[in-house]
C-alpha cells in the first residue's frame, strides 16, 4: 500500500486544505441535516417489497379496530350501569374533537331502529335454500297451530300492541330467520346495548371507539394524543376507569423507554470510553482518533440523504452507533504510528493493508444489507457503506497528519505479546487452544437449538400496564382484535362480494360461522340475490295455497278474522326491495360497514374476521389459495412468515457476507491457511453468540440479526489485523489496538445491554457475546498459530 | 233577528263562563292528582286479579282472558295471565323472566336490551305506583268525571301517539288503586282490563315474582 506511504508524504504540507477539507464536510453535513426528512416511524423496519409477509402487512393494518382507538371504561364494583353510561357520554364529550374524530360509544337503539321493523321485507333476497327448507319444514298443520298459538299469546300481553302489526306480516315468525343473521356482524362477542351503548354483558364495562388522524407510528403526535385523554379521564366520577387502546400507547411507551434507554446507554458508554482512553491511551494526541467516527458519520448522513427522500429514525439512530466501529480504523492506525519502530510513512504503509482489507470486509459483510426485504435496513446499508468508507479514507489520508510526533511505548508492548509468550511458555499456548476448542465446541453445539423469532411485537416495549389492559379488554369483550382477517378483493362491488361469499361458504363448510363476522349472510351479490329472490318465488308459487289452508285453519281455530294475515300473503306478492349499502346504513350499520367493506381507488376489499387457531388458518390457507382475489392474513402466521423470511434473510446475509470476506481475504492473503486463520474470530464470535443465546433462552430476531452482521465486520477486522501483524516484520501494536477497539464497541454496543427497550437490550447482548469471544481470539488464538514475521 | 240577538246573548255568556268552567276542570284535576298522589304513596304491595278484553280487528271475537297483577314497590311486578293460556312476566329491577305455557320456555329478559319489554314494565309500575310526575310528562291528562275519578290521558310521545289514539283510566273511589284501564288504538282497536279482587299492602309470598316452574 505505497499509495497511502505517497499521500502521507504529499499531504503532509498541505493540512490546512486537509482542515478545510473536514470543515467543507462538517458544515455540509449539518446544512443537510436541517433540511433532511426524518421518518419517526417502525414502518421502515417492516417489509416492503412483494414478499408474503409484506403483504400480510399492508392487509394487517387494514384490519377492522386495528385503526381505531379504543377506549374501555369500567365501572368499580358497586356502581351502578346509570353511572358508567353517564361518564361514558362524559368522557366522550370531553375527548377534543381534532384528535378523537367520529367518536361513538354505541349504536343506534337496535330495537327503535328500521332494521327490526324493516328486515322482514327484505326475506327474499336473505334467506338461502338452505333457510327456505327451514320453512317448508315450518308448513305442516302442527307448526302453523304452534305459531299462531304463539301469536295470540303475544297478542293477549302487554306488548301485543307493538306486535300486531308484525304478526300480520309474519304470522309465521320467518323474519328470525334473518334477524339470526345480524349475529354474524358483531366483532365484539361480549357487547350487549344499552340506551344505545355498548356495554359488557356483567353491565361494568363500557366502550367509546373513535377515528385519530394521529399515525400509530408517530411518537409526538401519540404524546399529545395521551395527554389529551388523560385531561379528559381525570375528570371521571370516582369508581369509573378507563383504558385508551390503541397502537398509540405503545408507540409512546416506546420512544420513551428508548429516550431514558439512550440516557443511562450514552452515560455508561461515555465512562467506559473515558476508562479505556485513561487506561490504553493516556493522551491527547489520540483525541482526533475519537472524532473520527463523528466525521465518518457526518459523511454517511450526507450521502444517505442524497440517497433516499426520507431517512428513518431508527436507520439515523442505528447507524449512528453502528458507525462507533470505524474508530477501530483510527485505533490501529494511531497505535501502529505511535508504538512502531519504523517512519510514519513505512508504518503506514504497512498498516494500510489491513485497514483496506479490514474497511473491505465490513463493506462487504454490510453491502449483503441492500437485497434486505427491510427498508430499513437498505437505507443502514447505504448508511453504513458510506460512513465506513469515509472513516477509511479518513484514518488512512488524514488522521496520520493530526495524531502527533510518536511516543515511547507504554502499557501493553512487544514484550507483551502473545507470540513470545507462547513461544517462552509452550503450555500456555496448548491451554489457550484446549480452551477455545471446548468453548467453541460447546457453543456450536447449543446453536443449533438457535430459534428465529419474527413476532414484530416482541421487539418493541411492552409496558406491563398496557398487556393488562389488552387481556381486560379481550376479557371482556372477547378476542376482536386478534381474530384472522380473510380480505376478498376485486375491481368492483359485486365481483368482491361474490368472493365474499365463497369465503363464507368455505366457513360454513368448516364448521366457523358462528366464531366468525362477514358481511355475507346479509350483503349478498346481485347474482346471489336473483337466485334467492327465484327461489323465493318459486318457492311460495308452489306453497301459498297449501300455507293459506293451514293459516285459514289454523287461523279459525284461535278466532283470527278471515283478513288477519291479508299482509302477510300480500306481501309475498310484493316485487322484492333491493338490499344495498345505503340500506344498511339507514338500518344503523354503517360503522360495522365502514370497518368491514373497505374502498380505495381501484378496489373493493370485504373483510371476514375468523379465530386465529393455527389449525383452521392452516386448513383455511390452502383452500382460500385456490380462490382469486381471496387473501387469509393471521397474525400468528405472519410472525411465523416474517420468521421464516427473516431466516431465509439471515442465512443469505451469512452466505454472501461470508463469500465475501472469503474472496476479500483470499485476494489479501493468496493463501488458504492464512484466510482459516483471519476468519478464526468472526466463526468463534458467530458460535459463542448464537450457542450462548439458545443458552440462555434468547432468540434471534430483526435488530440481533443485524448485530451479528456487525460481529461478521469487526471478527474478520480482528483477523485480518492479527494475521497481517504476523506477516509484517514492521511492529504495528494490533493486539493492543484489536484489545482498545473491542473495548471501545463493547463499551458503545456492549452498553446497550443496560437498555430496557427489548431490541436494544438484544443488540447489546448480541455484541457483548460476540465480541467478547471475537477479541480474545484473534488475540490469543491467532497467535498460537502463527509466528511473527522477522 | 232575535235569534241573532240571542245567538250573541248565549255566546257572550259561553264566553264569560267557559274560561270558569275550564279552570274548574283544571282545578278539579289538580285535586284529583293530589289525592291520587297521597294515596298512591300509602301503597307498598298490591295484589289482584283482572279481566282482559281485547277488540281486535283482526280477531272475529273480542278476546278475554283472565289474570293475576302484582306489584311490590319499588319495582318488582308479576304480569300473569291464567287464561285461555298461562303466559306472562315477572320484574324485579331492571331483569326479569317471562314464560309461555305453549311451548313451554322460560325466556330471561333484561328492560335495557328488550326495549318493548321496556317500555310495557315502565307503564305497568307507572300505574301500579301511580307515578303521576312520569305520567304528566308523557300523556295530556284530561278529567272526564270526578266521582267516580275517570281520566282520559292522550300521548305526548309522537312514537307513542303514532299507534295509541288515547287511555282512559278509572280509579277505584278511595283512589288507591286504578280499577279500570281503557286503551284506544288508532285503528279503532281497543284493550279493556278490569282490575278485581284488589289487595293493598298485603304480605307477598317471597316466590311471587319467581317464574313457574316448567318440568
Same mark, same amino acid.
Given at each position: 500500500m505505497k499509495l497511502f506511504a505517497a499521500c502521507y508524504t504529499g499531504l503532509h504540507k498541505r493540512r490546512r486544505w486537509l482542515v478545510l477539507l473536514l470543515l467543507l464536510l462538517a458544515v455540509g453535513s449539518v446544512w443537510n441535516l436541517s433540511r433532511l426528512k426524518i421518518e419517526e416511524s417502525i414502518v421502515a423496519m417492516l417489509p416492503d417489497g412483494k414478499s408474503r409477509s409484506a403483504k400480510d402487512f399492508e392487509l394487517l393494518t387494514k384490519a377492522p379496530f386495528a385503526r381505531k382507538l379504543i377506549i374501555h371504561l369500567r365501572a368499580a364494583p358497586g356502581a351502578g350501569v346509570e353511572g358508567l353510561l353517564a361518564a361514558t357520554d362524559q368522557l366522550r364529550a370531553s375527548l377534543p374533537g381534532e384528535l378523537f374524530s367520529n367518536s361513538v360509544s354505541g349504536p343506534k337503539d337496535m330495537g327503535t331502529s328500521a332494521l327490526m321493523s324493516e328486515l322482514g321485507d327484505y326475506l327474499p333476497l336473505l334467506l338461502d335454500r338452505k333457510e327456505l327448507r327451514q320453512i317448508a319444514g315450518q308448513l305442516n298443520p302442527e307448526s302453523v297451530d304452534a305459531s299462531l298459538a304463539a301469536d295470540v299469546t303475544q297478542l293477549l300481553q302487554p306488548q301485543g300492541i307493538a306486535l300486531k302489526n308484525k304478526i300480520r306480516r309474519d304470522p309465521l315468525d320467518l323474519q328470525r330467520l334473518a334477524l339470526?343473521? $345480524?349475529?354474524?356482524?358483531?366483532?365484539? /362477542?361480549?357487547v350487549r346495548v344499552d340506551k344505545g351503548h355498548f356495554l359488557s354483558r356483567d353491565g361494568r364495562s363500557s366502550l367509546i371507539l373513535a377515528d385519530t /388522524?394521529? $399515525?400509530?407510528?408517530?411518537a409526538a403526535g401519540g404524546r399529545k394524543l395521551l395527554d389529551a385523554f388523560n385531561r379528559a379521564r381525570v375528570q371521571l366520577p370516582e369508581g369509573i376507569s378507563a383504558e385508551l387502546l390503541s397502537g398509540h400507547p405503545y408507540t409512546v411507551a416506546n420512544a420513551e423507554t428508548i429516550q431514558g434507554d439512550l440516557r443511562v446507554v450514552l452515560l455508561a458508554s461515555a465512562v467506559g470510553i473515558l476508562v479505556v482512553f485513561v487506561v490504553f491511551l493516556r493522551s491527547l494526541r489520540a483525541l482526533p482518533v475519537f472524532l473520527l467516527p463523528l466525521f465518518s458519520m457526518a459523511a454517511a448522513l450526507v450521502m444517505a440523504s442524497l440517497w433516499f427522500d426520507k431517512l428513518s429514525g431508527i436507520t439515523i439512530g442505528f447507524g449512528a452507533v453502528l458507525l462507533g466501529i470505524t474508530i477501530d480504523f483510527g485505533l490501529h492506525v494511531y497505535f501502529a504510528l505511535q508504538l512502531g519502530d519504523n517512519s510514519r510513512p513505512q508504518l503506514l504503509q504497512a498498516v494500510s493493508r489491513p485497514v483496506l482489507f479490514g474497511g473491505l470486509t465490513t463493506l462487504a459483510a454490510f453491502s449483503v444489507l441492500l437485497r434486505s426485504e427491510l427498508p430499513g435496513q437498505r437505507q443502514l446499508a447505504v448508511f453504513s457503506i458510506a460512513g465506513i468508507t469515509a472513516a477509511l479514507l479518513l484514518a488512512l489520508l488524514v488522521l496520520p497528519h493530526f495524531i502527533g510526533k510518536r511516543e515511547e511505548s507504554t502499557g501493553l508492548g512487544r514484550e507483551r505479546n502473545p507470540a513470545s509468550l507462547y513461544a517462552r511458555r509452550p503450555r500456555l499456548r496448548w491451554l489457550v487452544l484446549l480452551s477455545w476448542v471446548g468453548i467453541a465446541g460447546f457453543c456450536a453445539f447449543a446453536a443449533q437449538g438457535l430459534r428465529i423469532n419474527g413476532e414484530l411485537r416482541q421487539l418493541g416495549y411492552m409496558p406491563p400496564e398496557l398487556q393488562k389492559a389488552e387481556k381486560r379488554l379481550a376479557e371482556v369483550w372477547g378476542g376482536g382484535r386478534n381474530r384472522a382477517l380473510i380480505f376478498a378483493s376485486a375491481a368492483d362491488l359485486d365481483m368482491a362480494l361474490q368472493r365474499n361469499e365463497q369465503v363464507w361458504q368455505s366457513l360454513v363448510e368448516h364448521g366457523v360461522q358462528d366464531e366468525s363476522v362477514s358481511l355475507a349472510p346479509l350483503l349478498a351479490s346481485r347474482q346471489t340475490k336473483r337466485q334467492r329472490v327465484d327461489d323465493w318465488q318459486v318457492f311460495w308459487r308452489e306453497r301459498r295455497a297449501t300455507t293459506e289452508d293451514l293459516i285459514r285453519a289454523g287461523g279459525e281455530k284461535y278466532g283470527?278474522? /278471515?283478513?288477519?294475515f291479508a299482509p302477510f300473503f300480500s306481501g309475498l306478492d310484493n316485487p322484492p326491495k333491493d338490499l344495498g349499502i345505503e340500506t344498511l346504513q339507514r338500518w344503523g350499520l354503517g360503522r360495522l360497514l365502514d370497518n368491514l367493506l373497505l374502498k380505495d381507488n381501484n378496489s373493493y376489499q370485504l373483510v371476514s374476521l375468523v379465530p386465529d387457531r393455527p389449525e383452521l388458518i392452516s386448513r383455511l390457507d390452502s383452500e382460500l389459495a385456490a380462490m382469486p382475489g381471496v387473501a387469509l392474513v393471521s397474525q400468528t402466521r405472519f410472525g411465523k412468515e416474517l420468521s421464516r423470511e427473516i431466516g431465509i434473510d439471515f442465512s443469505r446475509f451469512i452466505i454472501f457476507a461470508g463469500l465475501g470476506v472469503v474472496l476479500l481475504l483470499l485476494i489479501l492473503f493468496r493463501r488458504l491457511p492464512e484466510v482459516f486463520l483471519a476468519l478464526l474470530p468472526v466463526v468463534t464470535g458467530l458460535v459463542v453468540m448464537f450457542g450462548a443465546m439458545t443458552w440462555m433462552g434468547l432468540e434471534l430476531n430483526l435488530f440481533n440479526g443485524v448485530a451479528s452482521i456487525l460481529i461478521i465486520g469487526l471478527g474478520v477486522d480482528y483477523g485480518i489485523f492479527m494475521v497481517c501483524h504476523g506477516q509484517h516484520?514492521?511492529? $504495528?501494536?494490533s493486539s493492543r489496538a484489536i484489545v482498545v477497539s473491542g473495548l471501545t464497541t463493547l463499551v458503545g454496543f456492549g452498553a446497550l445491554v443496560l437498555a430496557r427497550h427489548p431490541a436494544l437490550h438484544s443488540i447489546g447482548l448480541t455484541v457483548l457475546l460476540g465480541i467478547s469471544a471475537s477479541v480474545p481470539t484473534a488475540v490469543l488464538v491467532i497467535p498460537a498459530f502463527q509466528k511473527k514475521a522477522g | 233577528m232575535l235569534n241573532m240577538r240571542w245567538s250573541s246573548v248565549i255566546f257572550l255568556i259561553l264566553l264569560m263562563v267557559f274560561p270558569a268552567l275550564c279552570r274548574a276542570e283544571t282545578a278539579d284535576l289538580k285535586v284529583l292528582l293530589n289525592e291520587l298522589k297521597i294515596a298512591s304513596a300509602q301503597t307498598r304491595t298490591l295484589s289482584s286479579r283482572f279481566v282482559q278484553e281485547k277488540h281486535l280487528a283482526i280477531f272475529s271475537e273480542k278476546l278475554l282472558s283472565q289474570g293475576r297483577f302484582v306489584f311490590q314497590g319499588p319495582d318488582s311486578l308479576r304480569w300473569e295471565l291464567l287464561t285461555p293460556v298461562a303466559t306472562g312476566f315477572v320484574l324485579r329491577g331492571s331483569r326479569g323472566e317471562r314464560w309461555n305455557s305453549l311451548n313451554r320456555e322460560l325466556e330471561r329478559f333484561s328492560v335495557k336490551d328488550n326495549p318493548i319489554m321496556g317500555v310495557v314494565a315502565q307503564q305497568l309500575l307507572a300505574w301500579a305506583r301511580v307515578d303521576l310526575d312520569w305520567l304528566e310528562q308523557r300523556y295530556h291528562m284530561e278529567l272526564i268525571?270526578?266521582?267516580?275519578a275517570r281520566l282520559r290521558l292522550t300521548p305526548l310521545d309522537p312514537g307513542e301517539a303514532g299507534f295509541i289514539d288515547y287511555l282512559q283510566i278509572l280509579f277505584a273511589d278511595n283512589r288507591r288503586h286504578v280499577d279500570e284501564v281503557l286503551l284506544m288504538e288508532k285503528g279503532g282497536d281497543s284493550t279493556l282490563l278490569r282490575f278485581t279482587d284488589v289487595q293493598l299492602n298485603i304480605e307477598l309470598p317471597e316466590a311471587i315474582f319467581s317464574p313457574p316452574e316448567f318440568r
Open positions: 339470526q343473521k $345480524l349475529r354474524f356482524l358483531n366483532p365484539f /362477542p361480549g /388522524p394521529v $399515525l400509530m407510528t408517530d283470527f278474522s /278471515p283478513d288477519a516484520k514492521e511492529y $504495528l501494536a | 268525571t270526578l266521582h267516580p
